[in-house]
């Protein structure tokens, strides 16, 4: 499990940190979490990690945008009619996962990175993003066969953006041609060229 795991979190922890560079707000209010929680010296415990909610949020809405696993495939077991396309017992499936989570039909501004919408508590038209973000994000897949390390992969990525921004400050993310980095799907989607500059917090204090 922790080998599967090891590229898909990898990647969706790079794709994450990139989002929060250029969202200079989300960076600051999940910067502002981590330092609050974790205070000044002290050992990752998971109470601490249970309060980071809005770093969560922030791993959830990385994965809807940035979905290192965008294509799933699936084998039809018996003959199937979905939508209005008659697929035979046989017939291998493939899914793409991103389309939706993308699409404003689906999600209100899905274009942004707005952590928020996965907040517990929202209101009025928060609630309605909220709604359609988790209808149709499914990073982990579904069913049966939603991924059984799902719950660790969350913890880790909280526990890694948790012991970065609580070290250091993100002093610089980019990629050579100064462009968005590109997406090159293999095994996993991952980022092509990001490259991360940081500044420890001790020095910049000393």
Not at 110 to 139: C, D, H, K, N, V
Not at 147 to 164: F, H, N, S
Request: charged share 20%; with cysteine; glycine share 6%.
């Amino acid at each position: 499990m922790l080998l599967a795991g090891e590229d898909t979190t990898a990647n969706t922890l790079a794709w994450m940190i990139h989002l929060l560079w250029a969202n200079p707000l989300a960076l600051a209010r999940a910067t502002e979490e981590v330092r609050r929680v974790l205070g000044s010296g002290s050992a990752i415990t998971l109470e601490m990690m249970d309060k980071l909610d809005y770093v969560e949020a922030c791993a959830h809405e990385t994965m809807r945008l940035k979905p290192v696993a965008p294509v799933n495939s699936v084998l039809a077991l018996q003959d199937r009619v979905v939508g209005d396309v008659q697929v035979p017992a046989g017939t291998m499936v493939i899914c793409l996962t991103r389309r939706d989570c993308i699409d404003e039909a689906h999600v209100p501004q899905a274009a942004l990175f707005q952590p928020e919408r996965w907040l517990p508590g929202a209101a009025g038209t928060a609630a309605q993003m909220t709604a359609g973000a988790r209808r149709t994000s499914m990073p982990f897949g579904a069913g049966p066969r939603i991924c059984p390390g799902r719950y660790l992969a969350l913890l880790e990525m909280k526990v890694a953006i948790a012991t970065l921004l609580s070290r250091f400050d993100i002093d610089r993310v980019s990629t050579p041609d100064g462009l968005a980095p590109a997406e090159r799907l293999a095994f996993t989607m991952t980022p092509v060229g990001l490259r991360l500059r940081l500044r420890s917090r001790l020095a910049s204090t000393a």
